[in-house]
């Protein structure tokens, strides 16, 4: 979580913040992947520990993604009815982007799917009128 951290702190839109939380979790993600290969056999022990872990990420992650939204509305006008609500649906969806399977096939790079999942989070779906 520290190395999200610090690559959030260093940028300075939101747009930026949200792209450097997720590329950064993406590549410590896929980093783990051979840890988790390892010691499968070993986690069926600690589900409930590991679960427990997992857990404590999500709500880290969903505070760094609260703070990235209020720096938004005080500093971008972003308009976030319920920001605790919606950065805990955020950290939640964006967690499809952590599997490699989800690209696949698609011809594009993880920082293509980056930026098409930050579109649609930012601007919607709708058009504007």
Known sequence: MQRITVAVDAEH????????????????????????????DSMREYWEYARELHDEFVAAESRLIQGILE??????????????ATAYFMARSLESLENPWVIEGLNLTVTSQVDIMLGIVLNGLRGRD
């Open 13 to 40: 839109s939101v747009e930026s913040k949200l792209r450097a939380h997720l590329l950064t979790k993406i590549n410590s993600v896929h980093q783990l992947i051979n840890l988790h290969h390892v010691t499968t």
């Open 71 to 84: 720096w938004g509305v005080e500093n971008e006008g972003l308009d976030v009815p319920v920001i605790d």
